[in-house]
């Protein structure tokens, strides 16, 4: 019998709280998918955040089907009877995986991803896909196929990307976890200008299939977001895993991935900061603020703050970068250029990356490839010192939301329509595990900001740890509520 009185508002629990009461069925499935349908049929069309949504009597179907299976004893998982909205980068069947583009509007795939499987298997409902940018390039989240997704505190700015659909339907309790992809920041950027949490995990924690490429193609992967620490593991735990189709998978079987929010883990924690990279990383006026003051938070709890500097020429580093992003991001974009029209309708950010990757020659991309190996190196040396690098999640504020990309910043001009997302490159590049975590707000009280911190390959778990001992010490920030969109 329901208790759903004793419980209040179900879109204000975290995942774990729900997925609890309803195992304790304290709460059934249908009452937890009508009340999240009541609030994003009530806001998202002014969220824009969930596109491609299922008919309501068919998600209450399937909440009764995992009614039915409780009453027999019978649950899948932690994400039993839970909406989810996939990233619309991820395919699942029987929702066009669209990337944001037109010219795959009606792209109904025939199975799905290995992440969205997992996360079935675990019980989930998907009520429908989360908004990106067209192809998930640049942190902005808008695409002429369904529009511009506002950041969930400030309608007239950005929500970031390319995961923006996924952490505005977080911050807006439209979702009580979610999932999205992180090529350059993409669970990151969002994040912090939600004031949520955003983990990129190691390279081949969570296994990327189907892929055209499954040996090259390794700076993008699928993770976790959410409103808790908690929460960002447990769904980790579900997502991560050797597949056997993506053979550069951590071959460590799925983990329990849970941290408990223990502040003696950060006694003597060593923290590189890294800051602005010595002036190389153009940086709005207030960003290394919060993050410092967020890093006073770790010290005060005993942790060990070092300023450092990169040891690692950060211009070539960057040169090498835009040569495997072209290549890989080009090859994405040709194998849809045959369509008709196909070239007059993709965005020109994606062309752009198009026409410079198609003159790479292999020699260039070997020479970037020995300077990312080279990178990888000089980070394992770092992390012989340091148990975590720190430095702004984010180089500017969320801008105007009419706005393609932040063409200068600081006074600087930016080079290329993603150079002000530069900072989250490290973790990339280092196949190594980056996390998003809230860090402040902007003078003007509106816009959030997220302190990034990065653990050595592989360290995922210890990286949640510190991450869960961060967060006790942060009730206040993460009390905070966005405004709901006015009507």
């Not at 983990?199 to 976790?224: C, F, I, M, N």
């Not at 460590?252 to 060593?270: I, K, V, W």
């Not at 026409?355 to 980070?379: I, K, N, P, Y």
């Not at 530069?422 to 860090?439: C, D, H, K, R």
Request: one cysteine or more; a neutral charge.
């Amino acid at each position: 019998m329901s208790r759903l009185g004793d419980l209040g508002d179900l879109t204000a629990l975290d995942a774990d709280a729900l997925s609890t009461a309803i195992h304790a069925r304290r709460v059934s499935c249908r009452e937890v998918m009508g009340a999240y349908l009541e609030r994003i049929h009530r806001l998202n069309p002014r969220l824009n955040a969930i596109v491609n949504l299922a008919p309501d009597e068919v998600l209450l179907r399937q909440a009764d089907e995992r009614d039915a299976e409780l009453e027999q004893g019978r649950s899948r998982g932690w994400l039993h009877g839970i909406p989810q909205a996939i990233k619309d980068a991820s395919p699942v069947t029987g929702f066009p995986n669209t990337l944001g583009s037109p010219l795959l509007a009606d792209a109904l795939p025939a199975r799905d991803s290995v992440m969205a499987a997992r996360m079935k298997a675990a019980g989930c409902i998907v009520v429908g896909k989360t908004n990106l940018p067209e192809f998930g390039l640049g942190s902005h989240t808008f695409n002429e196929l369904f529009g511009a997704t506002p950041n969930a505190w400030d309608p007239a700015v950005s929500a970031g990307g390319s995961s923006g659909g996924a952490a505005v339907s977080l911050a807006q309790r439209l979702l009580p976890v979610a999932d999205g992809s992180d090529f350059m920041g993409s669970l990151r950027n969002p994040a912090a200008w939600a004031n949520i949490f955003g983990l990129r995990p190691s390279q081949g924690r969570v296994p990327y299939w189907p892929a055209a490429d499954t040996w090259v193609s390794q700076l993008g992967t699928e993770g976790p977001m959410a409103r808790t620490v908690k929460d960002l593991a447990k769904l980790l735990s579900i997502q991560a895993g050797h597949d056997p189709r993506a053979p550069l998978s951590i071959a460590e079987g799925p983990q329990d991935f849970q941290a408990a929010a223990d502040p003696a883990t950060l006694r003597g924690l060593r923290i590189a900061w890294l800051g602005d990279l010595g002036g190389h990383l153009a940086m709005e006026p207030g960003l290394l603020d919060v993050a410092e003051a967020a890093l006073a938070r770790f010290a005060a709890a005993g942790a060990q703050v070092e300023p450092t500097a990169l040891g690692f020429d950060a211009e070539r580093l960057w040169d090498a970068w835009l040569v495997w992003r072209r290549a890989l991001v080009g090859a994405r974009i040709r194998a849809l250029l045959g369509r008709p029209g196909a070239r007059e309708r993709i965005k020109p950010e994606a062309l752009w990356e198009y026409d410079q990757g198609a003159t790479l020659s292999f020699t260039e991309f070997m020479r970037a490839s020995e300077v990312r190996t080279a990178f990888h190196a000089r980070m394992l040396e770092l992390f012989e010192r340091f148990d975590v690098l720190a430095l702004p999640v984010t180089q500017v504020w969320p801008f105007p939301i009419g706005q393609r990309w932040p063409t200068h910043v600081a006074g600087r001009e930016m080079d290329t329509y993603h150079r002000w997302m530069e900072s989250t490159i490290y973790a990339t590049f280092a196949g190594a595990p980056g996390i998003s975590v809230p860090a402040g707000f902007h003078a003007n009280g509106r816009w959030p900001a997220g302190l990034q911190l990065i653990a050595k390959p592989q360290a995922d778990a210890a990286l949640l740890r510190v991450a869960a001992a961060y967060e006790s010490l942060i009730g206040g920030l993460l009390s905070l509520r966005p405004p709901e969109p006015a009507g």
